[in-house]
């Protein structure tokens, strides 16, 4: 049955309201195709406030199928999750974080892992050579994997009506990070994703983005790089800032001190290193 004139209607005024929110009224794309599942991307919201309700049964295992169903290269499947439900390693993982108080509160964290150790093991256990295995190009599958299968995982909570957020910070102290969950050699957490129901008392807004003029690019990179897009950005940015009561910083200042220098990055300038200690080849 065609859709009616006021359903038509209907999904168009969501679609626009989506979308300014997503990207500011003044940059919202036009024509954009929406379904329930582009729908619940687009209202995506990092959630830091969890309320106290408990997580129904199954939620691991449900989260973990919708994970698993993400694509893999070669279908290695070099990636592990676990699960965190002990509020005194969720604390420890807090502390890792920087003191990030969410990574405490969530009743669920989910630690994200690029795994090569798995298949290190099979190998042993078939006397097969695994020298691939310490190549970068073999870590960066393993943490490709790592990330198809948390957004996936991600995507699957928001439809239960969870919220979640993930925590780069984990790789602050990576070495720590595995002695806790005793992760062996050649395994590396890399981000975690908190997992709880909103705090409806907190509730979490959707943050703008970059206007698609400065991220999609036709055939060809476009590095014109528009200055009127990147002011409509700090327009809408801060406008969200001041909605949710943060400091009004805006975007460009607050990524160019991200990226200054070594001393920006929060311990993770030693990356090579830790992964060196946590027995990566890096070849």
């Known amino acids: 049955m065609a859709p ?43 959630v830091r406030a969890f309320s106290a309700r408990p997580l129904p049964e199954g939620v691991i295992e449900t989260l973990a199928a919708a994970a698993q169903s993400a694509p893999s290269s070669s279908n290695l499947q070099v990636f592990s999750v676990v699960a965190v439900e002990k509020p005194e390693t969720k604390a420890r993982l807090a502390e890792i974080a920087g003191g990030q108080k969410h990574v405490a509160e969530a009743p669920l964290v989910l630690v994200w892992l690029a795994d090569l150790a798995r298949l290190e093991e099979i190998g042993r256990r078939a006397g097969a050579p695994t020298d691939a295995l310490a190549f970068l190009e073999t870590l960066f599958v393993g943490l490709i994997d790592a990330a198809l299968a948390a957004q996936n995982a991600l995507v699957a909570l928001e439809s239960l009506g969870l919220g979640g957020v993930f925590i780069g910070a984990l790789r602050n102290r990576p070495e720590e ?107």
């Open 4 to 46: 009616t004139q006021t359903q038509s209607r209907t999904t168009t005024d969501t679609a626009r309201a989506l979308l300014d929110a997503r990207y500011g009224a003044d940059e919202a794309p036009a024509g954009v195709l929406l379904t329930e599942t582009i729908a619940g991307l687009l209202n995506h919201r990092s």
């Open 177 to 283: 990070a595995a002695q806790l969950l005793g992760l062996p050699p050649n395994v590396l957490a890399v981000f975690g994703l908190c997992v709880g129901y909103p705090d409806p008392d907190r509730p979490a807004q959707v943050k703008p983005r970059l206007s698609q003029r400065l991220v999609v690019h036709r055939e060809r990179y476009d590095a014109s790089l528009p200055q009127d897009a990147l002011d409509a950005y700090e327009t809408a940015l801060k406008a969200f800032q001041e909605d949710q009561n943060m400091p009004v910083v805006g975007w460009a200042g607050t990524a160019l001190n991200r990226v200054r220098g070594a001393q920006s990055l929060s311990g993770r300038d030693r990356m090579r290193a830790a992964l060196t200690a946590l027995g990566f080849g890096l070849r």
